[in-house]
């Protein structure tokens, strides 16, 4: 469960703002648990240090020079949120690719501690 001061709703939304809008990825290190769980839809389950977490968001700040996330709905409880949400990626051409998915975080102790992500789907949920 996060602290009283800080929801889980408001947990993701600032790794979302600083992590993907803002690109700091020096946030991670207050953000997520170091390790934290990956679960993919394949049933690999990747543990990642914050430097592994790091690498792996910063690809994806090599692929597209912006990446704008909105979340359609949030369903919470004491401990987990699902964010279904929309992106969109504007690649160094300037191409926008709208992409649309949901992730389930569970937050523990104030910090992410695992993510369930479903491959995105083109498009938006309309």
């Not at 001061?5 to 993701?12: A, M």
């Not at 934290?36 to 049933?43: Q, S, Y």
């Not at 543990?47 to 020079?65: D, G, M, N, P, W």
């Not at 569970?106 to 949920?125: Q, Y």
Request: charge should be negative.
């Amino acid at each position: 469960m996060t602290n009283s001061s800080t929801s889980p709703s408001e947990l993701v939304d600032r790794y979302t703002e600083q992590v993907y809008h803002q690109r700091d990825l020096t946030s991670l290190e207050t953000l997520l648990a170091d390790p934290m769980i990956r679960h993919e839809p394949d049933g690999t389950r990747l543990v990642l240090t914050i430097e592994q977490a790091k690498l792996r968001i910063e690809s994806f700040h090599q692929q597209f020079r912006s990446m704008r996330f909105t979340n359609r709905k949030i369903i919470q409880d004491q401990d987990s949120i699902a964010a279904i949400y929309e992106a969109d990626l504007v690649d160094e051409d300037g191409e926008i690719s709208t992409i649309c998915g949901i992730e389930i975080f569970t937050i523990r102790n104030g910090r992410i501690t695992e993510v369930w992500n479903a491959p995105a789907g083109n498009g938006s949920w309309g």
